[in-house]
T-cell receptor, first 113, second 117 residues
Framework: SQKIEQNSEALNIQEGKTATLTCNYT??????LQWYRQDPGRGPVFLLL?????KEKRKERLKVTFDTTLKQSLFHITASQPADSATYLC????????????FGRGTSLIVHP | GAVVSQHPSWVICKSGTSVKIECRSL??????MFWYRQFPKQSLMLMAT?????????EQGVEKDKFLINHASLTLSTLTVTSAHPEDSSFYIC?????????????FGPGTRLTVL
């Protein structure tokens, strides 16, 4: 069966450190993978998209890697700040031209001052 | 960035009543919108794809007669939860991709918290 797995345990880190979140998937052949941020009681906010033929993407303090062999994406936030505390969702499509993303459960990041 | 609004942001209703949720794209046209449901600490579950001027496409297991979707214009999609029951209590979120397939990103509304008593 198809699965998108994100660590269900919250990630606690100290301010200034790099946060690394993982997204693993099974039985998908995605054309792209996206990362979103969701704050409590709010809709997700798009952060980054990386396509199947890309290895790495950066945007300001954010970096995403995509390894289609390992079926894994890593999401990094460098120089983390308490304001980065939120739940981060990965989403990927099923290939085949549908382009409708399916979401993982998300990982909660808590950055301590 | 593009803005998607939802109304109401929260609603409490009695069991058996119907509730309508509106999703609007404020500064762009959306021929397609998506409706999701999210239970606490769970992932967003796609309920249906709303298509302007045609019938919505429902995901497996979602009752189309219970969750009525109308996409009457390029900026408005509505979700009506008919004969709501306590198990329908959830966080309902709409989204709209900007542009055409393949979508680069989706813009999400702020969500609607539905509580059915």
């Amino acid at each position: 069966s198809q699965k998108i797995e994100q660590n269900s345990e919250a990630l606690n880190i100290q301010e200034g450190k790099t946060a690394t979140l993982t997204c693993n998937y099974t039985n998908y052949s995605p054309a792209y993978l996206q990362w979103y941020r969701q704050d409590p009681g709010r809709g997700p906010v798009f952060l980054l998209l990386i396509r199947e033929n890309e290895k790495e993407k950066r945007k300001e303090r954010l970096k995403v890697t995509f390894d289609t062999t390992l079926k894994q994406s890593l999401f990094h936030i460098t120089a983390s700040q308490p304001a980065d505390s939120a739940t981060y969702l990965c989403a990927l499509d099923n290939g085949g031209g549908s382009y409708i993303p399916t979401f993982g459960r998300g990982t909660s990041l808590i950055v301590h001052p | 960035g593009a803005v998607v609004s939802q109304h109401p942001s929260w609603v409490i209703c009695k069991s058996g009543t119907s509730v309508k949720i509106e999703c609007r794209s404020l500064d762009f046209q959306a021929t397609t919108m998506f409706w999701y449901r999210q239970f606490p600490k769970q992932s967003l579950m796609l309920m249906a794809t709303s298509n302007e001027g045609s019938k919505a496409t429902y995901e497996q297991g979602v009752e189309k007669d219970k969750f009525l979707i109308n996409h009457a214009s390029l900026t408005l999609s509505t979700l009506t939860v008919t004969s709501a029951h306590p198990e329908d209590s959830s966080f309902y979120i709409c989204s709209a991709p900007q542009g055409k397939v393949p979508y680069n990103e989706q813009f999400f509304g702020p969500g609607t918290r539905l509580t059915v008593l």
